[in-house]
C-alpha cells in the first residue's frame, strides 16, 4: 500500500513523503535553519522539535546540516522514521501543520558546508568520448581506468548552491594551431551533469574506509553541475590534471536526498571486466537507477542515465580513503560526468556537439558549440522511490555571467564571433 501525507503532495511532485530530502532554507528577516521538503511545504525543522518530539531537535537550528549529519546513521534513520510518522499519521496534524512553510516563500542555502571536495570520472561512455576528442590517435580509456576510480581533488570553497550565478571565467588557453597561449575569457564554457555524495560519518586518519561501509558513511545525493572551461582545461590539465579549468563554480541541488530514501533505486551496475581488486569488490553493489536530464534554457537536451556508471559510489568512497585517507562531515565527491552510450545521453556540451564540430540545435533556431553568457542551465533528476512511487532531486541551475575584469571586457569581442 502506498504512504501517503495527510500534506497535499501534487502528482508527480519530487517531494512525496517517500523522499524527505534535507536543506537549508530562510525566510525573509529569519536565520537559515534546517527543513524537509513535503509537497509545495518545507517542514521547518528547528521550530518542530520541541512540539513533536523529534530527536536531534538542536541540530536543525544549525545554518548547515553538519551537526546532524555527523550524528551517523542510526540518528538518520531515527529522525527519518519519526518524520514519516509525523506527515502521515493525522493524529499529529495539529502539532506539525503550523510548522510548514510553503516552499515558494523561501530562500535555499548550500546546505552542507564543504569539507573536501573530490570529483570522479566514472562513466566508461564520457571516458571514451573524451578520450576520442582530445587523444584521437590513442586508446579512448587510458590503461588504468577499468582498475581504479580515476578522481582529482578540486576546490571545496566554490561549491556554490543551485541559482548562484557562474561568472564566465578568463584565463590561460591556446588554440592548438598557435605558438602560444593567450589570455582571456573562455569561449569554450561547458557543463558537466553529475551525481554528488555528501559524507555525514567521519572515520580515522590511517584507516581505509570498506566499500560495504558506503551506507555507513554517506548521508545524501545531490545534484551537481561541475562547470568546465574546456580551452583552459585542454592548455593546463598535462600532467597534474584539472585546475583553474574546473575550480570557478561547481553547482548544487539544494535538497540532500537522504541515502535511505533510494533504497529502490539500487539497481547492480554495469558488469565490471577485468575483475576490480579486492578492496573494489562489493556483495552489495550500489549502482543507482536515477534519471537525469539537461536543460538550457528550458529546452531538453540530453537525458543521462546514472545506472550506465561503471563504478559505483561505494568504490569511489573505498577508492577515496583506501591510502589511509580520512573522511570529515562534509566530504563532498561527485560521480564525474554521466553520459550512456546514446547520443542523447551525454552530459556534456563537449560530447553534446563533439568539440564543437556539431553544435547543438536549440528550438530557437540557435546553435551552442557551448555556452553563451546568459545561457540557464538546469539538471534535474528522478529515481525510483519506496511503494513504487518516483521521488525527485528539485533541480540544480545556474546562468551564465559576462567575464568581469579588463581581460573579460577585450575578450567579449571574441567570444561573440
Ligand atoms: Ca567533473
Given at each position: 500500500?502506498?504512504?501517503?501525507s495527510w500534506v497535499p503532495v501534487p502528482?508527480?511532485s519530487d517531494f512525496?513523503v517517500?523522499?524527505l530530502p534535507y536543506g537549508i532554507f530562510s525566510r525573509a528577516g529569519e536565520p537559515p535553519r534546517a527543513g524537509v521538503a513535503i509537497g509545495e511545504y518545507v517542514l521547518d525543522l528547528s521550530r518542530l522539535g520541541a512540539d513533536a518530539?523529534l530527536?536531534?531537535a538542536?541540530?536543525f537550528t544549525?545554518p ?19 518524520l514519516?510518522?509525523l506527515l ?5 496534524r495539529a502539532a506539525v501543520e503550523p510548522h510548514l512553510v510553503p516552499r515558494a516563500e523561501v530562500t535555499l542555502h548550500?546546505p ?142 539544494p535538497w ?138 528539485g ?23
Amino acid at each position: 500500500m502506498t504512504t501517503r501525507s495527510w500534506v497535499p503532495v501534487p502528482e508527480h511532485s519530487d517531494f512525496p513523503v517517500q523522499n524527505l530530502p534535507y536543506g537549508i532554507f530562510s525566510r525573509a528577516g529569519e536565520p537559515p535553519r534546517a527543513g524537509v521538503a513535503i509537497g509545495e511545504y518545507v517542514l521547518d525543522l528547528s521550530r518542530l522539535g520541541a512540539d513533536a518530539g523529534l530527536p536531534y531537535a538542536a541540530d536543525f537550528t544549525a545554518p548547515t546540516l553538519n551537526p546532524f549529519m555527523a550524528r551517523g546513521r542510526e540518528a538518520w534513520r531515527a529522525v527519518r522514521a519519526r518524520l514519516t510518522e509525523l506527515l502521515t499519521d493525522g493524529a499529529h496534524r495539529a502539532a506539525v501543520e503550523p510548522h510548514l512553510v510553503p516552499r515558494a516563500e523561501v530562500t535555499l542555502h548550500l546546505p552542507f558546508e564543504v569539507a573536501d571536495y573530490v570529483d570522479f570520472y566514472a562513466s566508461e561512455h564520457h571516458a571514451s568520448n573524451v578520450g576520442r576528442v582530445f587523444r584521437p590517435t590513442q586508446p579512448p580509456l587510458t590503461p588504468n581506468w577499468k582498475h581504479l576510480p580515476i578522481g582529482y581533488h578540486g576546490r571545496a570553497g566554490t561549491v556554490v548552491v543551485s541559482g548562484t550565478p557562474v561568472v564566465r571565467p578568463c584565463g590561460q588557453r591556446k588554440a592548438p594551431d598557435a605558438e602560444v597561449p593567450g589570455f582571456g575569457p573562455s569561449v569554450r564554457l561547458d557543463i558537466e551533469a553529475e551525481v554528488g555524495f555528501v559524507v555525514g560519518t567521519p572515520s580515522e586518519l590511517g584507516s581505509p574506509v570498506s566499500a560495504a561501509d558506503f551506507a555507513d558513511h554517506v548521508f545524501g545525493v545531490v545534484l551537481v553541475n561541475d562547470w568546465s572551461a574546456r580551452d583552459i582545461q585542454a592548455w593546463e590539465y598535462v600532467p597534474l590534471g584539472p585546475f583553474l579549468g574546473k575550480s570557478f563554480a561547481t553547482s548544487v541541488s539544494p535538497w540532500v536526498v537522504p541515502l535511505e530514501a533510494l533504497e529502490a533505486a539500487r539497481v547492480a551496475p554495469p558488469a565490471q571486466d577485468p575483475e576490480p581488486l579486492p578492496y573494489l569488490r562489493t556483495d552489495e553493489p550500489w549502482g543507482l537507477d536515477l534519471a537525469i536530464e539537461v536543460a538550457c534554457n528550458g529546452e531538453v537536451v540530453s537525458r543521462p542515465p546514472f545506472r550506465t556508471m561503471y563504478w559505483t559510489a561505494a568504490q569511489m568512497l573505498a577508492h577515496m580513503t583506501v591510502n589511509g585517507a580520512s573522511l570529515r562531515t562534509g566530504d563532498f565527491y561527485a560521480s564525474g560526468t554521466v553520459s550512456g552510450p546514446e547520443p542523447d545521453q551525454r552530459g556534456s556540451f563537449l560530447e553534446l556537439g563533439w568539440n564543437g564540430t556539431e553544435p547543438v540545435k536549440l528550438a530557437d533556431g540557435s546553435t551552442r558549440a557551448f555556452l553563451a553568457d546568459g545561457d540557464t542551465v538546469t539538471l534535474r533528476a528522478t529515481a525510483p522511490g519506496r511503494d513504487g512511487v518516483r521521488i525527485g532531486f528539485g533541480e540544480v541551475s545556474g546562468t551564465v555571467e559576462p567575464a568581469r575584469g579588463a581581460a573579460g571586457s577585450a575578450g567579449q569581442a571574441e567570444q561573440q564571433e
